[in-house]
């Protein structure tokens, strides 16, 4: 039993090693490739004078910049007065991605008519949702506020983070501008490789944050412990920097997969027509893979270096155990912080594809498009430390069940949010 413990620890670090250089040589691969596309694009225009590099970066790197403070803002609302913030956000998000949509219609290119088709059904189903959630919302402000109320994350601290994933996301699309200097049909696949990179790289610096940070707040929780974010933070690239690149590819393909599965089910109720009968073949291979890959294992991942996959497993049967698996699907956290996303995102879309209408109509839809996906992943970031907060709330609660009597603590909380589970 403990050779067969210690082959799966090794395959595990082996594993993590590996997606570790890979990621660190694909920054460097990366970072060459968008130096070399900046400056051919660069000799391009001054050559060519096809490429108007002005009216191409400008409003790209100012809704880029945006995206930084309105991120940061999110996350002070949502330190201040959660309850507000999170109503905000779901009702705020479908009317901007709306407005999205009207801009890109306006715009008027085939690509961007397509675009828009889907931004108003984003918006349709965003309202859908926030209107059929509505009744969990007080429950999703009490866990939020319990669990972001003791000892936040220093503001310097997320400072960083936003600072970090800001410029991270403005070199990344000087690399597309470059590209789309020269519209070869090799820079469409660079463009891709670039868009690709930047979402991998965002994953991995806002669950950098979130595992150091689920860190902190799960001794807190658990222990009542304080240690300092610097030396968790300091824990993370020394030990967990592997988990988070494997987590960082696995964790958003299942959750995608079961937001799929869980959206078939509901539309399909108790009706066995044709059409609906793969629900419940789609929900049992959702729950069986949210097992492999979840955020509540982040929380195992900073505290005990284990690798994502297992940290998973073990979260995942310890909630399961504790009879809260309902509790946690119905969590509305992550929709939160989506939703934050969503809207940061809107609004840089807004103004950079407003911006690139106005002075130059032609690049209105790379720049709307572009804008909303860096506005999007930088509040991602900026929202870490809250979804972070609340899965260390979930797994201290579920390994120290009853151990704490005071109100402040997971037990009474937790036991209150089952009671009024809807």
């Known amino acids: 039993m403990q050779a067969e413990t210690s082959i799966k620890m090794t395959g595990g670090n082996f594993f993590n090693k590996l997606f570790q250089y890979i990621f660190y040589f694909h920054v460097l691969l990366i970072t060459i490739l968008v130096i070399v596309l900046t400056i051919r694009g660069a000799l391009s225009a001054v050559h060519t004078q096809d490429f108007h590099s002005k009216e191409w970066y400008m409003p790209v790197l100012a809704s880029t910049a945006c995206a930084g403070i309105i991120g940061f803002t999110w996350q002070a609302f949502t330190r201040t007065n959660p309850s507000r913030t999170i109503r905000v956000a779901f009702w705020l998000s479908p009317l901007l991605t709306c407005a999205i949509g009207i801009l890109l219609i306006y715009i008027g ?214 009879g809260i698996e309902k509790t946690i699907n119905s969590d509305l956290t992550s929709s939160f912080c989506f939703l934050t996303g969503v809207a940061t995102g809107s609004v840089c879309a807004l103004i950079g594809g407003i911006w690139a209408f106005v002075i130059h109509r032609s690049y209105a839809t790379g720049v709307t498009m572009y804008t909303f996906l860096t506005g999007y992943l930088v509040s991602r970031v900026a929202m870490a430390w809250v979804q972070a907060s609340v899965s260390a709330y979930y797994v201290a609660y579920s390994e120290h069940q009853n151990q704490h009597p005071d109100a402040g603590r997971p037990s009474n909380m937790m036991l209150e949010l089952q009671r009024s589970q809807v």
């Open 109 to 322: 290119t085939p690509v961007s008519s397509a675009a828009s088709a889907i931004a108003f059904f984003s918006a349709l189903i965003q309202s859908l949702y926030a209107c059929w959630v509505n009744p969990r919302l007080e429950n999703a402000t009490r866990i939020v506020t319990v669990s972001i109320v003791h000892h936040p994350p220093k503001v310097m601290v997320i400072l960083l983070s936003i600072i970090i994933g800001t410029l991270c996301s403005a070199f990344l699309v000087t690399g597309i501008g470059g590209a789309t200097a020269t519209r070869t049909k090799l820079d469409s696949l660079f463009i891709f490789i670039i868009i690709a990179s930047l979402t991998w790289t965002m994953q991995i610096i806002r669950n950098a944050m979130q595992v150091s940070v689920s860190h902190v707040k799960y001794m807190q929780f658990a222990h009542k412990i304080d240690i300092a974010f610097k030396a968790a933070f300091k824990s993370t690239i020394k030990h967990s920097m592997g988990s988070i690149c494997i987590g960082s590819i696995l964790v958003p393909i299942v959750g995608v997969i079961t937001g799929i599965a869980r959206t078939i089910s509901l539309i399909s109720g108790d009706v066995d027509e044709f059409m609906f009968s793969c629900a419940d073949c789609c929900s049992g291979i959702a729950s069986r893979l949210v097992a492999y890959g979840n955020r509540w294992g982040f929380v195992h991942t900073g505290v005990y270096h284990k690798g994502i996959v297992q940290a998973s497993i073990e979260t995942w049967e310890l909630f399961k155990t504790r």
